[in-house]
């Protein structure tokens, strides 16, 4: 069965790729992974604002997954316990040469000049893609929601201009015209487009009055939100789509594909079911595919998309109707 795709440009044995977290930390959990048939691997955010890298000089000690994979305490941990530029940096060195699959970088940035300066720096590091995580809270009541996407969308620019490998935009659902933000994305030339990002859950300790957060792990209940994400765009813009967030099954994998994706992003089931579990969703693929006689992901990439399924709006009334 030919599962083979292509995401930002690079040629990929199937579409199950690592998303960006905690599993790529380990340099042993990271062969690991590559043994087991990860097609690419995203590393873990480098964020601008979080320059501690004395707070993670532990990290690097201790080259071990001490945590089990059905725990997954350390699926998104705390910005604090962010790499510094220069241990992040090395830990990249560090992978690519542990392994013979893309690794793509991820970044995190907070001003202009830094996210084109820390995407030269992952460059020159040796990363394959850059994939731009782009979030901005909003919460300032001064800036207009058009102020913000034509910052996002400046970023874009000056990233691509500024470095040789492709570029990726990892973004959130909470646009009041997604699809034109995206269509904008692409006109600036990014080479790939991922949805969505995933939040932290909020609280309030009234007690102590903290704030409190925590990210659980996803189920494939959170796709539902990413396929209509992905079939609005296929089709309408030439970057390559990624699903991140609720892919834990094959049949996600091709729910994901037949909306559009070129790739899926994976973390929480591989954390839930370790790295052998690519094993079982490429097995699991090819026994789909053989017994609804689809040869390639390719034959069906899209078909279920805005601009191929003969009735688009099944995907906006889906959304909003109540049933009484």
């Not at 560090?94 to 720096?121: D, F």
């Not at 001064?142 to 000056?158: G, L, P, W």
């Not at 053989?290 to 099944?314: C, H, K, Y």
């Amino acid at each position: 069965m030919n599962l083979k795709t292509t995401y930002l440009g690079i040629p990929l044995r199937h579409p199950l790729v690592i998303g960006s977290g905690s599993l790529t930390n380990d340099l042993e959990t990271v062969r690991e992974l590559e043994d087991a048939g990860a097609a690419a691997l995203v590393l873990r955010s480098l964020y601008e604002d979080e320059i501690t890298g004395e707070q993670m000089a532990a990290f690097f000690h201790s080259e071990n997954y001490s945590e089990s994979f059905a725990e997954a305490a350390s699926y998104f941990p705390d910005p604090e316990l962010a790499l510094g530029p220069d241990e992040y940096l090395e830990h990249l060195r560090r992978v690519k040469e542990a392994v013979n699959i893309p690794v793509i970088a991820s970044l995190n940035g907070t001003s202009a000049g830094g996210w084109v300066s820390y995407a030269l720096l992952l460059e020159q590091a040796g990363a394959d893609a850059v994939e731009l995580d782009l979030y901005h809270s909003a919460s300032d009541a001064a800036t207009s929601a058009a102020e913000v996407e034509s910052q996002m969308i400046e970023i874009v620019r000056e990233v691509k201009q500024a470095i040789g490998i492709p570029v990726a935009a990892k973004i959130s659902p909470l646009f009041t015209a997604f699809a034109n933000f995206a269509s904008r994305l692409d006109a600036v030339g990014v080479d790939g487009i991922v949805v969505f990002t995933r939040f932290h859950k909020l609280d309030i300790d009234v007690v102590d009055l903290e704030v409190l957060r925590s990210l659980e792990l996803s189920d494939s209940s959170e796709l539902q939100l990413r396929l209509r994400g992905a079939a609005v765009l296929a089709g309408r813009v030439k970057a390559s789509i990624a699903i991140a967030g609720g892919v834990h099954t094959a049949l996600d994998v091709v729910k994901a594909t037949m909306a559009g994706a070129s790739v899926t992003q994976l973390v929480s089931c591989i954390l839930k079911n370790g790295p052998r579990h690519l094993r079982t969703l490429r097995a699991e693929l090819d026994a789909w595919m053989a017994v609804n006689e689809w040869d390639s992901l390719d034959q069906m990439r899209g078909n279920m998309s805005f601009e191929r399924i003969p009735n688009p709006t099944a995907y906006e009334r889906a959304t909003y109707r109540i049933f009484h």
